[in-house]
């Protein structure tokens, strides 16, 4: 006989709520895990070999009579939480938090490719099934953190997971220039950290009300929204206007979290059907995603009796790694007061006044190994009128690319801004003191001439452009550059071509001083390398101490490689995670930068 102690209690998920999961009443399949962290609930589904899911169903209420029965037996197909599996040995549903409910009635059933049925051990229901519930305790309502407590069913099977961590040793380089343009290496032995996966939610608290959410790592790194409109943000009280809620209120777009959300007010007021697709970074991928739809189902502009959405995601290779649906009918009315699944829709499909589960309040949730993109699809009988919070995903580990990521300037236009997470390579940002853009040769906006008095704008850049900083440019101050990477993203070799440098003076300085400075998470320097010379105090100056006619030397068509017109940036070593190219004495403005290569670090 298994002890089942009350409740269980958990600080974060590293300290969760684990129960046995028990098929055919005395097989211990694997294990339920249960956090949260205030706002959502996390109830982890995992199996052991040789059993997996096939379909998980899951029901979470403050009370044991708001979980769905039948005599006093549970009906897992009307539970608000459910999804099919192709085999999969682990699956997570991301619940919005009951508040101010201490005590959380979990039924967690999942159909295993035995055939049988699982339960998250427990007590039984009161009906004639075997079929069993547990107890959590959220953690705002605990005073006193707990650790981990597992409750055991029935010992047929004990499985036990050890994980062995090997730490990898990556020389760090650090480069230091010769007068001739070459690199020494200097070794230094450092461990490489583990892949933490992380949970990621959105806040939209830093966007105003109707401003665009759209865009690679606009909201949060590697995420980009995209709706059959433009995805906006939206608040409660404020205009754009996508409901109302409670209906009658006059409550523009009520219940929302207080960051607010996001929808799609061009698709909205043409009263069509929403079509959002969520993409993620190239070598992102993702194991869990969830979104909180509100208002869905008070509204129905097409008169139908059957109403369809589904989100699906898929893999690389385009695969339907998982799908959910919902699905129900009601009288063909615009504003149907009945349905078949969810009585009232004035009520079960209000952003305020529907339940979980509820079309109103309904968690979009897909989860499976490798998920690259997630579409959110409205099919017959669609609502208009809806809005989404409660955004969040869980990032896998990579798999590690150790070859070099070279930008591609190719798609943007010149003059066009390239600053932004992500925007020209994946967990990557460009901040220069002004605006860095894209520069192509022949085009404006003009950088630099290159060969020296031949009126070619841009000379010598790659064919695809590459970048610089107009604004400073043009004002004859000093460039500074600072490249970024995403949070939980580091690389150990970053590289970038300068051209143009050394021809223009306009300080007339007589000493010329640039550095490149590689920093570490904890602000450390990994490594530096510097450009340094003498010139005479001339606007155009034709002589130095190192590189000899600067009119030659510092021209980007005639200078050759490692002369201060044709020179190569590179920084390398462990965890690097922003690098700083900083102009001092000296400096020439009318500069620009191309072939920027990145080698991300293995975890």
């Known amino acids: 006989m298994g002890f089942f102690p009350k409740t269980g209690a958990a600080v974060t998920g590293e300290y969760p709520l684990v129960v046995d999961l028990i098929a055919g009443q005395n097989t211990d399949v694997g294990d339920i895990r249960v956090w ?32 769905p029965q039948q005599n006093g037996n549970p009906i897992p197909g009307q539970f608000p939480y459910s999804d099919k599996h192709d085999c999969a040995s682990s699956f997570t549903y991301t619940v919005p938090l ?27 229901f009161p009906g004639a099934n075997w079929a069993t519930y547990f107890l959590y305790t959220p953690t705002p309502c605990n005073n006193t953190p707990t650790p981990t407590t597992t409750n055991t069913a029935t010992p047929s099977l004990t499985q036990t997971s050890t994980q062995t961590s090997t730490a990898t040793k990556t ?5 230091t220039p010769t007068p001739t343009g070459t690199l ?13 996966p992380a949970v990621v939610i959105a806040d939209f608290s830093n966007f105003a009300a109707g401003e665009s959410v759209e865009g690679m790592g606009k909201v949060v790194p590697n995420l980009n929204i995209n709706a059959k409109g433009t995805a906006v943000k939206i608040a409660t009280g404020s205009l754009p206007l996508l409901y109302i809620a409670p209906n009658g209120s006059g409550i523009r777009n009520g219940a929302l979290m207080a960051g607010g959300g996001f929808g799609d007010d061009i698709t909205s007021r043409a009263e069509e059907a929403h079509r959002y697709t969520f993409t993620f970074a190239a070598g992102t991928s993702v194991n869990n995603f969830s979104v909180h739809m509100l208002d869905f189902g008070d509204l129905n502009p097409t008169l139908n009796t059957s109403h369809y959405v589904n989100m699906t995601a898929y893999n690389s290779g385009g695969g339907v790694v998982s799908v959910q649906e919902l699905k129900y009918a009601s009288p063909a009315e615009r504003n149907p007061r009945g349905s078949d699944l969810y009585g009232d829709l004035w009520f079960s499909g209000d952003a305020a006044s529907a339940s979980p589960g509820q079309p109103g309040n309904w968690i979009w949730n897909v989860s499976g190994n490798g998920i690259v993109k997630v579409v959110l699809s409205f099919g017959a009988g669609f609502d208009a009128n809806i809005g989404f919070d409660g955004l969040t995903f869980a990032v896998e580990c990579p798999v590690c690319v150790s070859t070099p990521q070279i930008a591609d300037f190719s798609n943007f236009a010149a003059g066009e801004s390239v600053e932004g997470m992500g925007k020209v390579v994946p967990n990557l940002n460009i901040n220069a003191k002004g605006t860095a853009v894209k520069i192509a040769t022949g085009s404006l906006p003009l950088l630099y001439i290159a060969p020296n008095g031949s009126g070619i704008r841009n000379g010598a850049l790659m064919a695809g452009g590459g970048f610089g900083d107009d604004i400073t440019s043009r004002a004859e101050e000093a460039h500074r550059y600072t490249f970024t990477f995403a949070a939980g993203t580091s690389v150990n070799n970053f590289s970038v071509h300068m051209l143009d440098f050394g021809d223009l003076n306009p300080t007339l300085n007589t000493s010329h001083y640039v550095n490149m400075t590689a920093y570490n998470s904890g602000g450390g320097v990994v490594s530096v390398q510097e450009l340094k010379y003498a010139s005479p105090a001339e606007r155009n100056p034709r002589g130095s101490d190192l590189y000899g006619d600067l009119w030659f030397s510092g021209d980007a068509a005639s200078a050759s ?24 004495a000296g400096f020439d403005p009318n500069i620009a930068l191309d072939l920027l290569q990145i080698t991300y670090q293995c975890p």
């Open 171 to 175: 020389p760090t380089v650090t480069f």
């Open 184 to 196: 020494t290496n200097t070794p230094t032995a450092t461990n490489t950290p583990a892949c933490q």
């Open 561 to 584: 490689p490692g002369q201060p017109g044709n020179w190569i940036w590179n920084v390398s070593g462990n965890g690097i995670v922003k690098v700083v190219l900083s102009f001092g």
């Open 36 to 67: 949260d962290d205030g706002k959502f609930l996390y109830v982890e589904y995992t199996t052991v070999e040789p059993w997996c899911f096939t379909e998980t169903h899951l029901a979470v209420s403050p009370d044991l009579a708001g979980i």
């Open 98 to 124: 009951i508040q101010d409910a201490c005590e959380l009635y979990i039924a967690a059933h999942a159909a295993i490719n035995s055939g049988e049925t699982a339960w998250g051990s427990g007590p039984g």
